[in-house]
Structures are given as structure tokens and as C-alpha cells.
């Protein structure tokens, strides 16, 4: 499972990249924006992503939006860690087709539930197709 | 509409607000009444708000502390701003630094082979647990520093406001504004090497 990290505080990166690692992860890459993650993610060589919202350039719901509209991309499983924890904003990544979404500051506990929902989940649907 | 006909118009309002009160129209004599009493009341609080605004950008042009804050003070308030967030920044990947190195250490003691005692094994693991929520307490490093980059975003904001006033409100008269950071000896002094040049070079 190889994960990108995107987030535009480097101590947030290294605190996720830490607890994925915890979990079992090992092949972790980072990105700083939306304009630097995509053309990573182009390249079709990442599982799973996990992203902040809040960064200057692209942030993370239009990465979420381009990852959805992108034909190889769409059904990439994408975790939401974020400080932005106004109704309308969950609404508006749940709609985006998130997989997930963590509130800052959280406990490795939560990391750990979500991932192991989204990855239920994933697992759930492709049982059934 | 001139000062007579203004006047005439008045006059012609209270000669009517009379001849309603003797023919016993109250409600027509009330309205012609709030009429009056209303224009009045606006004239003179469009006299007061004129007199506030002139007296507002005659203090803007007089006061050189508008012109101070917005050349000086705000900005090196927004310096100082962006320090700290560097400075926590860089505290706060020290002690990811330290917690990456502890955790393989507390691991291996958690997984140590049977020979040693169990309180070793215990311990590895509570010094695990300990190490990862130090490791989660970084993330207030992100939670603040949003918080501080957005502070020093609005505070551009009014700095560049303010010094469009200053500028409309015309020049100050008096002194240039003293830039702290020019004057001689207000430069910041970066770390304790260029402290201990600065002591050497004066004889200590």
C-alpha cells in the first residue's frame, strides 16, 4: 500500500507519516499542496491519500474534486485530516466523494478507526463486485 | 433647495400644523408635526456625522502615530509573528526528532526476549504509549501556526489599508516616520555566536 501525505505543515506530515507507520504503512510520500500532489498522483502510483484542506495553492477538497473527475483516479480512497470542522464543509467533501474525515487535533486512535472503516469498506465492495 | 426656501417651506408646514389643531384633525396635525420635528432631527445629524468625518481625517492627517503604526509598528509586529511560528516550528520537529529515535527504543524493549524481567517488556510499552501522544501533542504546531499565518495575513490587510489613508488624508506634517528596524542598534541579533562576536569585539 503506498500512501501520499499531503499537508502543508511539515510537523503534521511527519506526525501522520509516523502514525501510519505505527499502523503498519511503510511506503509513504509527502506533498506540501494540491499543485504538488497532483502530478504525484498522476502517475498512478499511490493507493491511498490522505490530505489536509487548508493550503495555499490547490487546496485539499479541489485535489479531492480533480481525483474524482480523473478516470484512472476516481476511485482512490481519500482520507480528510483536517482543522476545518464547519457542517457545510463536511458536507461539501462528503459530496466531493471523501472516504473519510479526521478533525484536528485527533488521537492515533481515530487515525486508526477511519482507516480501518475505509478499508472495510473498500474491501465490503469489492467482495461484491 | 435654498436657506429661504427651506424656510418658506417650514413655515408653510407649521401654518398648517396650527390650522389642523384648531379644526380638531389630530391625526393630520400629528403627522405634519413628525414631519417637522423629523427634518429637523436629520439636518442635524447629518451636521454631526460631517462635523465626526472632518474631524476624523484632520486627526489622521495630524497624527503621525497613524502613519507610525501603519509604516513600522504592524509590520514589525507581522515579523515578530512570523518568528514565532518559525521558532515552534523548528521546537516542534525537534521533539519529532527525539520521539522517532524513542520509538524503535521503546519497541525493542516491549519485544524484549524472555531472559529479561516483564516490568522491562511493561515498561517498553508504556514508554511507547508516552512517546506517541508526545508525538500527537506536536500537532499544535499546525492548529497555531494556521492560526498566526492568518493573523499576519489580516494584519497586512489593515497595514496596507492604513497607509492608503494616511496617503489620501494628505502628507503628515513633522518628522519622517522612524523605522525601528534602521535605527542604529535595534537590529535583531541572530543567535548566541553573533552575541558572543558582538561581546568579544567590544573587549568582554
Redesign the interface.
Known amino acids: 500500500m503506498r500512501i501520499l501525505v499531503v499537508d502543508d505543515f511539515s510537523t503534521m506530515r511527519r506526525i501522520i507519516k509516523n502514525l501510519l507507520r505505527e499502523v503498519g504503512f511503510q511506503h509513504i510520500q509527502e506533498a506540501d499542496d494540491g499543485n504538488t500532489a497532483w502530478p504525484m498522483l498522476q502517475t498512478g502510483e499511490f493507493d491511498f491519500l490522505v490530505t489536509d484542506w487548508n493550503m495555499p495553492g490547490m487546496p485539499g477538497i479541489d485535489l479531492l474534486k480533480h481525483v474524482r473527475a480523473h478516470p484512472q483516479l476516481k476511485t482512490l480512497p481519500v482520507l480528510m485530516v483536517t482543522a476545518e470542522a464547519k457542517r457545510e464543509q463536511i458536507v461539501e467533501a462528503a459530496q466531493a466523494g471523501v472516504n473519510g474525515y479526521i478533525v484536528k487535533p485527533f488521537t492515533a486512535e481515530t487515525l486508526r478507526e477511519k482507516l480501518d472503516r475505509i478499508f472495510a469498506r473498500i474491501g465490503a465492495t469489492e467482495a461484491a463486485s | 433647495m435654498n436657506a429661504v426656501a427651506r424656510r418658506k417651506e417650514r413655515l408653510d408646514r407649521a401654518r398648517a400644523l396650527v390650522a389642523s389643531l384648531e379644526a380638531g384633525r389630530d391625526a393630520e396635525a400629528d403627522a405634519l408635526a413628525l414631519e417637522l420635528a423629523g427634518a429637523d432631527q436629520l439636518g442635524v445629524e447629518l451636521g454631526r456625522m460631517t462635523r465626526e468625518l472632518h474631524d476624523a481625517l484632520e486627526s489622521l492627517r495630524v497624527d503621525p502615530r497613524i502613519s507610525e503604526l501603519a509604516s513600522n509598528d504592524i509590520p514589525d509586529a507581522r515579523e515578530k509573528l512570523g518568528w514565532v511560528l518559525a521558532l515552534t516550528?523548528q521546537a516542534?520537529?525537534s521533539v519529532?526528532n527525539a520521539?522517532?529515535q524513542g520509538?524503535p527504543v521503546a519497541s525493542r524493549l516491549a519485544a524484549a526476549d524472555g531472559d529479561c524481567p516483564p516490568a522491562v517488556r511493561e515498561d517498553g510499552q508504556r514508554l511507547h504509549e508516552l512517546l506517541?501522544e508526545i508525538?500527537?501533542a506536536?500537532?499544535?504546531?499546525?492548529?497555531t501556526?494556521?492560526a498566526i499565518r492568518r493573523v499576519i495575513e489580516v494584519s497586512g490587510e489593515l497595514e496596507r489599508r492604513l497607509a492608503e489613508l494616511v496617503q489620501r488624508a494628505g502628507p503628515r506634517p513633522g518628522a519622517a516616520p522612524k523605522n525601528d528596524a534602521q535605527r542604529p542598534g535595534a537590529e535583531r541579533i541572530q543567535g548566541q555566536d553573533e552575541v558572543d562576536a558582538l561581546l568579544s569585539g567590544l573587549g568582554f
Open positions: 516550528e516542534a520537529h519529532i520521539v522517532e520509538l506517541s508525538l500527537m506536536q500537532s499544535f504546531q499546525d492548529l501556526g494556521q
